[in-house]
């Protein structure tokens, strides 16, 4: 998938994204549906899709 221009593309708008929304989860749980866990999978997933698509070891070294 390196070689996928439009997946890099839209990965690269999407990510920023999805992990702002995992942080409005978090931090806006307490008025609706929503916390810790939904915000944790949604960053996970943030996460998973930036390793998959563009640079797994950015991932490693910020993550773990």
């Given at each position: 998938m390196r070689h996928d221009l439009v997946l890099r593309l839209l990965a690269r708008l999407l990510i920023p994204f999805i992990l702002l929304f995992g942080l409005y989860v978090q931090?806006?749980?307490?008025?609706?549906?929503?916390?810790?866990?939904?915000?944790?999978?949604?960053?996970?997933?943030?996460?998973?899709?930036?390793?998959?698509?563009?640079?797994?070891?950015w991932v490693k070294r910020h993550v773990g």
């Open positions: 931090f806006h749980g307490d008025f609706g549906p929503g916390g810790g866990f939904q915000a944790g999978v949604i960053i996970a997933a943030g996460f998973i899709f930036h390793m998959a698509l563009l640079n797994f070891e």
